[in-house]
């Protein structure tokens, strides 16, 4: 922890490492096979990809332990970036088994693909352990430029290209407001480093003008990576246009990477300002979960719908951040990790809703699912009960540690307002499920489901979770807390 | 026996998981027993609990088993246990011995019933749930229970989706209505148990009774303010009660069960359960208490009008709620328990004899079209009767010592008026239990179709409704005014009530005996006499018609004031914040506007300026802010 340490540490760097490793295996595997045209040596390319993250898993479970910063302060090695490399790796898991049979339908190289998956996720796992603007910086683009390729993957289709484009100029729009914010931090402070800039913050030597106009601005850099409203505008066009494994990651792992670079640089850098960011940041919760509701209600094509329902998400899980504590860290944590679950798996089911040719599925296709495809169905309603935070699911544990968190934090009102906007939110995920059952099959209805077993694993291994974390939700929380090699953890 | 606990739960979840997996193999029969069987024999556990629970010396009846660390975040931590004591046994029995006869009455009911797996499983799985909710030793498993008996609430009121009819609309909607009506109580809920989570620090219902004592009033009165809004969700009371007439549309073995004897009572069970805290705030507690027996009384205005017997039960359940909530929030939570038990039965056997009418007329449930059915259908004839004197008070049976018990209790803890509210609603209930038993099976046949087709129904049915008419005269007699052996029985959880003076009590049974013997003899004198003196006192009360003919026009209010602003705010923001919606195929709040503002869309279907102005506003607004704040 110590800023004087002139030790590299490099083996922090580990999983982010592992993660480009693999990109760069996968690539070379898709090269080789395209100098040989054979067929299997291609297929090979997802599962490279998934062993990387299974690697990389393996890597951080062994690095579990005490915290170690690296390149002098730059970045940390903590529970909490753990945490967020974890959250990454289950969504990039699950997303690689999705795209597995979903991908080549859309786009030949697939190659390519599984390596930016892996890239944009070491990129997001560095927004985890940044502790410094710059790196913050430099990991943000790391992703969102791969993530604006992935959007536009379909180059032959019109809103495809478009999403991209969208994405691209409103991001690179977002993405100038975050780098003036963090100058005119370094304007006020000297520093980039966090630990700095939280001690210039407290030094009355300090003139804190500017550093107030930079907060404003950091956050709306990062409020549009994680769609708060009046910044959101761009992510139902994009979670639409974009393929839908490609949504589905984004909307999980984006969320968690951006999330986390938002709660270190708030709650380690900035913690003096925190009676002035703390109502700010409540009121765009506030914004964006009810906005984000609102707009759902009214949706018939299932990925603007769950869009939707992710800029309100993105409202919970900023709760956690008002409420300013290690308990609204913990809990934002453990909502990020089980949104991950039940929203890709969700998106996974719309992915076998949709018909050649198509990436979105209109909600018409669910009616009467349940007499078609009973276990489909009991899938999908499993996926809409927890984000509806019903419980015993894991959206149930993540709505109650983040409201409770704001409950001890003195923030009551945030809270009932949320839980509010949650019985609000319950309407719409039940109407998936009303159309589910109560409805009877017409010919809109899906009646043949093209399942391959890669997605159906994907789909099993979130359901799994899905469930497990609402039954035992200490299972993460011990994960966590025990640093299972601690002894091996370097010092 | 503690140790065999878990037994309690395991046969629910087995007889639904066998039903899951193994339901489409076996025949309507054969899922019914597996059901029933699994219930029964929750039944014989909880049954073999009490008995060992009553083995021990008084002050030693409450036993926890935890079975593991539910789970630990930052320095939280919720055990997943359960807690045997004198109440939550008494709920457990009454949920597996109701449920079970209810199950097995389904077997008769439900015959023609294609998709019975699914009804059974849905069936099993509430008892699951049920039982979750009334053995949990803190207020978290409690609400997974919560969650869970409203999931299969919403999943049985709508169980016949496709119908829809005048009285009820899309049964979907009626599902959906009390699914969305309930999350509200349910958030109150999540409210009252973070606050009592950061204020006490546990969730176990022993230790927030331990350091209740010692918490600042207003954080007691806000807890109690949010757990009142989570009782009137689930047990329908004032302003949340609205769900549970349309509720109704669900198959009537579901209204007994899950909307009269025992899912609507969670809120009753919880008010007791957390008796210490109403103790020590006793201006929510009169609050309660009010809204407790207001709600009794509108709801029996209500019972008397209703044409549909079902409606007419639906509200009676309202009614009767009223009573337990208000008798359990005024320091007579022992007879809360007790009327609970009671009416769990008798409410129970009028449901399934109005269900019984329901088989035997093919669907017809409208009184106006019944009449004279006590010829065809002579034992669901006299059960029903049973049924209805023990709801009317009738001296002797269940109801009358309930009630009486209820009354005597709110009469000892010295709130008058809210005792004389319960007397007048006493008589009122009186008349619509009778008028429904006289309408339906006494004087002459209204439709003769509809008499020709009735036929008494088989065993399966008939038997189920002799045992619950036998516990409704005799479940009282455990607990008569002289020899309270259930409220004493209750006492370990439910604490000593103060106890009724000879004098008080003699009163208050003198009164409940004129008041409900004047009920019978004006429900007979004019539904089945027609004597002119009971019409004119009934028009005395006419003007009262266009407030009664629309529900005291609540479901009116709830319409102007959140539906349609609802439903407009989303309408709004479908056109406006979202030009790309189009509304289709999933029923959206309200009326669809189709063609939205053209102009509206084309400005902002995808511009990337607009959305590129709209970044630019709100970083207008958050700098602002910054600026001056900081």
Known sequence: ?491 | MFDYAWLLFAFPALGALIILFLGPWLSQKIVGWIASLAVLSAFGVALALFASLYALPEEARSITITYWEWMTIANFSVPAAVLIDPLSIMMAIVVTGVGGLIHIYSIGYMDHEPRYQRFFFYLNFFILAMLILVMSNNFLGTFVGWEGVGLASYLLIGFWFAKRDDQYGWYADAGKKAFLVNRIGDAAYLLAMFIIWSSVGSLTYAVVEETAALLPTTTLVFITLLLLFAVSGKSAQFPLYVWLPEAMAGPTPVSALIHAATMVTAGVYLIVRTGHLWDLTPIVAQTVGWIGILTAFFAATLAIVQVDLKKILAYSTISQLGYMVAAAAVGAPGSAIFILVAHAFFKALLFLGAGSVMHATDGVIDVRRLGGLRHKMPQTYITFLIGAMALGGIPLLSGFWAKDAVLAGIAADGAFLIYSVGVVTALLTAIYSFRAVFLTFNGKPRDMHVYEHAHENKLIMVGPLWILAFFSITIGWFNTPFALAMEEFLSASTGHQEHVGLFLELVVVTISTIVSLFGLLYAWARYIRGEHWTLTLASWFAWLQPALDNKWYVDRVYDAVIVRPLAAVAGWFARVFDPKVIDGAVNAVGDVTVDAGEAVRKLQNGAIPTYAFSIFLGVVVVLIYFIFAG
């Open chain 1, 1 to 491: 922890m110590n800023n004087a340490s002139l030790e590299l540490n490099i083996v922090a760097l580990a999983p982010a490492a592992s993660m480009v490793i693999f990109a760069l295996l996968v690539m070379a595997v898709d090269v080789f096979a395209r100098g040989t045209r054979t067929q299997p040596v291609r297929a090979a390319t997802p599962w490279v990809a998934l062993l990387g993250v299974l690697v990389t898993a393996g890597v951080c479970v062994w690095l579990l332990g005490q915290p170690v910063t690296t390149f002098q302060g730059m970045a940390i090695l903590d529970r909490y970036s753990l945490g967020i490399a974890f959250v990454v790796l289950v969504a990039a898991g699950l997303s690689i088994l999705v795209s597995a049979r979903y991908i080549p339908r859309v786009n030949a190289q697939v190659g390519e693909y599984y390596a930016l998956i892996l890239l944009i996720s070491a990129g997001m796992m560095m927004m985890g352990a940044a502790t410094d603007l710059i790196v913050v910086f430099l990991a943000l683009e790391t992703f969102s430029l791969g993530l604006y390729i992935l959007a536009g993957l379909r180059r032959s289709d019109a809103m495809s290209s478009e999403a991209a484009m969208k994405y691209f100029l409103l991001g690179a729009f977002a993405s100038g407001f975050f780098v003036y914010g963090a100058a005119l931090v370094y304007g006020a402070t000297g520093a980039t480093q966090f630990e700095q800039i939280a001690a210039m913050a407290t030094n009355p030597a300090t003139d804190l003008t500017f550093i107030y106009p930079g907060i404003a601005l950091l956050i709306v850099g990062f409020g549009f990576k994680v769609s708060l409203v009046p910044f959101h505008m761009w992510t139902p066009d994009v979670y639409q246009g974009a393929p839908t494994p490609v949504t589905a990651f984004m909307s999980a792992a984006t969320k968690a990477a951006a999330f986390a670079a938002f709660y270190r640089v708030f709650l380690v850098a900035l913690p003096s300002q925190q009676a002035v960011w703390g109502p700010a940041l409540a009121t765009l919760a506030v914004l964006t979960m009810t906005l984000g509701n609102l707009a759902a209600l009214r949706q018939s094509s299932l990925k603007r719908l769950l869009a939707y329902s992710s800029i309100s998400h993105a409202g919970y899980i900023l709760v956690g951040l008002a409420a300013g504590s290690i308990a609204g860290v913990e809990a934002s944590l453990f909502y990020l990790l089980s949104y991950a679950f039940m929203n890709i798996g969700a998106f996974a089911v719309v992915t076998l809703l949709e018909k050649q040719g198509e990436m979105d599925a209109d909600g018409a296709r669910l009616r009467g699912l349940g007499q078609r495809k009973p276990l489909l169905a009991a899938v999908m309603a499993i996926f809409m009960f927890s984000l509806a935070g019903v419980p015993p699911f894991a959206g149930f544990f993540a709505k109650f540690f983040v409201f409770a968190a704001a409950v001890q934090g003195g923030m009551s009102w945030l809270a009932a307002i949320a839980m509010l906007n949650s019985a609000i939110g319950a309407y719409y995920y039940l109407r998936v499920t009303v159309v589910m059952y109560f409805n009877a099959p017409d010919a809109e209805t899906v009646s043949e489901v093209k399942s391959n077993w890669p997605l159906n694993v994907g789909i099993g291994v979130a359901l799994a979770f899905t469930i497990l974390l609402g039954v035992f939700p200490s299972l993460w929380t011990t994960l966590m807390e025990s640093g299972v090699v601690t002894a091996l953890a370097l010092r």
